[in-house]
């Protein structure tokens, strides 16, 4: 067989070759074909002697090239046959050319436009914050990115997913319509391609949001994306700031060796089972978390501030009067939330508190603050009866609800355990410090058995979905209809208690609207505001898991007459000094008369204003982080 190629492949070959190089290949060849027909025409004409005049050479050139561009300078044309042959020849040419190039460039021009609307192109932006993934969540975080960045300079925030450009833009435009001066662009691609990953520019990044697919297992997906990103980064000045929501805590383990110190890994179930244990006993903790994740009122800020060097925690604490200071974090170290009262705080420490904006963490000036000694009251603090719980449904993280339960619970508390053992097999932890559990079988959505429970008789109620055996959708159905029943149980008899709700979409607690401070819904959307605080700052991942561990100091409300005298109006700087007396930091109060108006936000003020003074009742609480 011969192995020599005709030349007619060749030619073949090479012009499929041309052809395949793309618009600008294409006009580079046309314009290479135009320069050759040019010469050989005009070289024609010279050696013929048929132009008229005896024109030069360079003349002759530039006649032909006019010809080509424009067919109607022929028209112009004198001379003999042979030279009128001649530019039609090259204007026939010229006709062909630039017909093929307005071709090629009108292709090209749709090709761009299709690559454009499928979202290929490489994002240009720096400090902007990337979301690799899509699902509910996605919505959440957009709209909190919007809030946060209100003060900031042409921010962006861009989303890569194996999904449509248009389609995703269409969805936010839809359930988030005002993005403020926050631009979001979208890209189609795979984030698990490192690939397609360089459009999105992480090296520019100022952070990186890895979201959990709708799957039934997302994980691995999730680990697979921060590979992809550790590839795509090698070359980086600065290490890439990863947040990662994992959901098996089998697969937490391998997200930490994969991420390493770049990211910070969140274990969504271990979340939600804290802040259902702790929502639960408290009432009015729920919306306090809220004003704290959200971007909606007031959050948590760290900075430094030279002016303090020197002088106590306790001192800093009345420093700020639009500002509720809560820890500090000391240079190269992890925060400390309620550290001791007499810790001074050094250079390149960090004050931690809560307010409206990072730009409203502002001093006071004033070293002196008017403090009403005279009505600073230290009335003992009692725990409180035993607790009667009912606990409904079952998944992975009840037993770690009962284990937090037991760390905060009064001595002779009791849970009764309710699951359906068709969809769950409940094994609660035994050998609690301060809980008594028991448990029973049932279908938990069925009305005559949840009638038969009386419910009027326990304190709290935690509703679980079955997210172990059934898919998202199916659990939560099974929650909402639950739900119903217990509420319309509970307005029935005149009942009061707090109820603890679990539903993983976040569309499905939309449905389920919040009836006051004590029913309370806990779903993916908290989730979603915690990704997108860790996002703006890394430190606060180990804080608020601190503020979620039993272990060191939590928030809790405690009432009001433990701190000061209710018989007269005082200012927030004597509550304040009277709470760092008992090594306690409060940061706001729970009004008792508006804790069923949701527009008082259900009587919870978080951050007051130091100088405003409040007329305090027996039955109003103020919130402290403590340790106990």
């Given at each position: 067989?011969?192995?020599?190629f005709?030349?007619?492949?060749?030619?073949?070959y090479?012009?499929?070759?041309?052809?395949?190089?793309g618009?600008?290949g294409?006009?580079?060849w046309?314009?290479?074909?135009s320069a050759?027909?040019?010469?050989i025409?005009?070289t024609?004409?010279?050696?013929?002697?048929?132009a008229?005049?005896n024109?030069?050479f360079?003349t002759?050139?530039?006649m032909?090239l006019m010809r080509?561009?424009d067919?109607?300078t022929?028209?112009?044309?004198q001379?003999?046959?042979?030279?009128l042959?001649?530019?039609l020849?090259?204007t026939?040419s010229?006709?062909?050319i630039?017909?093929?190039?307005?071709g090629?460039l009108?292709t090209g021009l749709?090709a761009?436009?299709e690559?454009?609307r499928?979202?290929r192109?490489?994002?240009v932006e720096?400090?902007?914050?990337?979301?690799?993934?899509?699902?509910?969540q996605?919505f959440?975080i957009i709209?909190?990115?919007?809030?946060?960045n209100?003060n900031q300079?042409?921010?962006?925030?861009?989303i890569m997913?194996?999904?449509d450009?248009i389609?995703?833009e269409?969805?936010?435009?839809?359930?988030v319509p005002?993005?403020?001066?926050?631009?979001v662009?979208c890209?189609?691609g795979k984030?698990?391609?490192p690939?397609?990953?360089?459009?999105?520019?992480?090296h520019?990044?100022k952070s990186?949001?890895?979201l959990?697919?709708?799957?039934?297992?997302?994980?691995?997906e999730?680990?697979k994306i921060m590979?992809?990103?550790?590839?795509?980064s090698?070359l980086?000045?600065n290490?890439?700031?990863?947040?990662?929501l994992?959901n098996?805590?089998?697969?937490i383990?391998v997200?930490?060796i994969?991420?390493?110190?770049q990211?910070e890994?969140?274990?969504?179930g271990?979340?939600i089972?804290?802040m259902?244990?702790?929502?639960?006993l408290?009432?009015?903790l729920s919306?306090?978390?809220?004003e704290?994740?959200?971007?909606?009122?007031?959050?948590?800020?760290?900075?430094e501030?030279p002016l303090?060097?020197g002088?106590?925690?306790?001192?800093?604490?009345?420093r700020?009067?639009t500002?509720?200071v809560?820890?500090l974090?000391?240079?190269g170290?992890?925060?400390?939330?309620?550290?001791p009262m007499?810790?001074?705080i050094?250079?390149?420490d960090?004050?931690?508190a809560?307010s409206?904006?990072?730009?409203?963490?502002?001093l006071?000036?004033?070293t002196?603050v008017?403090t009403?000694?005279?009505s600073i009251?230290h009335?003992a603090y009692?725990?409180?009866?035993p607790?009667r719980?009912i606990?409904?449904?079952?998944?992975?993280?009840a037993s770690?609800?009962?284990?937090?339960?037991?760390?905060?619970?009064?001595?002779g508390?009791?849970?009764t355990?309710?699951?359906?053992h068709?969809?769950c097999?409940?094994?609660?932890?035994?050998?609690?410090?301060?809980?008594?559990v028991?448990?029973?079988?049932?279908d938990?959505?069925?009305?005559?058995?949840?009638?038969?429970l009386s419910?009027?008789?326990?304190?709290?109620?935690?509703l679980?979905?079955?997210s172990?055996?059934?898919?998202v959708q199916s659990?939560?159905?099974?929650?909402?209809?639950?739900?119903l029943?217990?509420?319309d149980i509970?307005d029935?008899l005149?009942?009061?208690?707090s109820l603890?709700?679990?539903?993983?979409d976040?569309r499905?607690?939309?449905?389920a609207?919040?009836?006051?401070a004590d029913?309370?819904?806990?779903?993916?959307?908290?989730?979603?505001?915690?990704?997108?605080?860790?996002?703006?700052n890394?430190?606060?991942?180990?804080l608020?898991?601190?503020l979620?561990?039993?272990?060191?100091?939590e928030?809790?409300?405690?009432?009001?007459?433990?701190?000061?005298?209710?018989?007269?109006p005082v200012?927030?700087y004597t509550?304040?000094?009277?709470?760092?007396?008992?090594?306690?930091?409060?940061?706001?109060y729970?009004?008792?008369a508006?804790?069923?108006?949701?527009?008082?936000?259900?009587g919870?003020v978080v951050n007051?204003?130091?100088?405003e003074k409040?007329?305090?009742?027996?039955?109003?609480m103020?919130?402290?982080l403590?340790?106990?």
């Amino acid at each position: 067989m011969s192995s020599r190629f005709s030349r007619k492949d060749r030619f073949r070959y090479a012009f499929d070759t041309m052809m395949s190089r793309g618009t600008a290949g294409l006009i580079i060849w046309l314009g290479m074909l135009s320069a050759v027909l040019i010469l050989i025409f005009s070289t024609i004409v010279l050696l013929t002697g048929i132009a008229p005049e005896n024109q030069s050479f360079p003349t002759l050139l530039w006649m032909s090239l006019m010809r080509t561009m424009d067919p109607g300078t022929i028209g112009g044309d004198q001379g003999g046959a042979g030279f009128l042959l001649s530019m039609l020849l090259v204007t026939f040419s010229g006709i062909f050319i630039f017909s093929t190039l307005i071709g090629i460039l009108t292709t090209g021009l749709e090709a761009r436009l299709e690559s454009l609307r499928k979202g290929r192109s490489r994002v240009v932006e720096t400090g902007h914050t990337v979301i690799l993934g899509w699902s509910q969540q996605v919505f959440t975080i957009i709209s909190e990115l919007s809030i946060a960045n209100e003060n900031q300079k042409n921010p962006c925030v861009a989303i890569m997913a194996d999904k449509d450009k248009i389609e995703m833009e269409d969805e936010i435009r839809n359930k988030v319509p005002d993005t403020a001066n926050t631009r979001v662009v979208c890209r189609t691609g795979k984030p698990v391609e490192p690939g397609d990953l360089e459009l999105m520019s992480l090296h520019t990044s100022k952070s990186i949001i890895i979201l959990s697919s709708d799957s039934d297992n997302p994980d691995p997906e999730v680990i697979k994306i921060m590979l992809a990103i550790n590839t795509s980064s090698k070359l980086r000045e600065n290490p890439v700031h990863m947040v990662a929501l994992i959901n098996n805590p089998d697969n937490i383990q391998v997200a930490k060796i994969v991420g390493g110190d770049q990211a910070e890994v969140i274990l969504a179930g271990d979340i939600i089972a804290r802040m259902v244990a702790q929502t639960c006993l408290q009432s009015g903790l729920s919306v306090i978390y809220q004003e704290l994740l959200d971007y909606d009122g007031d959050e948590i800020y760290f900075q430094e501030e030279p002016l303090l060097t020197g002088i106590s925690y306790r001192e800093a604490l009345l420093r700020y009067e639009t500002s509720s200071v809560i820890g500090l974090k000391a240079e190269g170290k992890q925060p400390v939330l309620n550290p001791p009262m007499n810790t001074v705080i050094k250079e390149g420490d960090s004050i931690i508190a809560v307010s409206e904006d990072d730009d409203t963490v502002v001093l006071s000036g004033k070293t002196a603050v008017n403090t009403d000694m005279e009505s600073i009251f230290h009335a003992a603090y009692e725990s409180g009866e035993p607790d009667r719980i009912i606990m409904l449904g079952w998944n992975w993280r009840a037993s770690i609800i009962i284990k937090e339960l037991s760390s905060y619970l009064p001595a002779g508390s009791s849970l009764t355990l309710v699951a359906d053992h068709s969809l769950c097999s409940p094994e609660p932890p035994v050998d609690l410090r301060n809980l008594t559990v028991t448990s029973m079988q049932g279908d938990t959505s069925d009305r005559r058995l949840l009638e038969n429970l009386s419910i009027q008789q326990y304190n709290h109620i935690i509703l679980l979905s079955y997210s172990d055996s059934l898919d998202v959708q199916s659990a939560d159905a099974l929650t909402l209809m639950t739900l119903l029943h217990i509420r319309d149980i509970a307005d029935k008899l005149g009942s009061h208690f707090s109820l603890i709700s679990e539903m993983r979409d976040v569309r499905n607690r939309n449905l389920a609207e919040i009836s006051g401070a004590d029913d309370y819904i806990v779903s993916d959307q908290l989730l979603s505001l915690l990704l997108t605080q860790i996002s703006e700052n890394k430190d606060l991942s180990s804080l608020f898991w601190d503020l979620f561990d039993p272990e060191g100091s939590e928030i809790y409300l405690k009432p009001a007459r433990r701190y000061v005298s209710c018989a007269k109006p005082v200012n927030f700087y004597t509550v304040v000094t009277s709470a760092s007396e008992l090594g306690e930091t409060a940061i706001g109060y729970r009004i008792n008369a508006h804790r069923s108006n949701p527009d008082r936000g259900y009587g919870v003020v978080v951050n007051p204003d130091k100088s405003e003074k409040v007329m305090y009742s027996k039955e109003d609480m103020i919130i402290v982080l403590a340790e106990d």
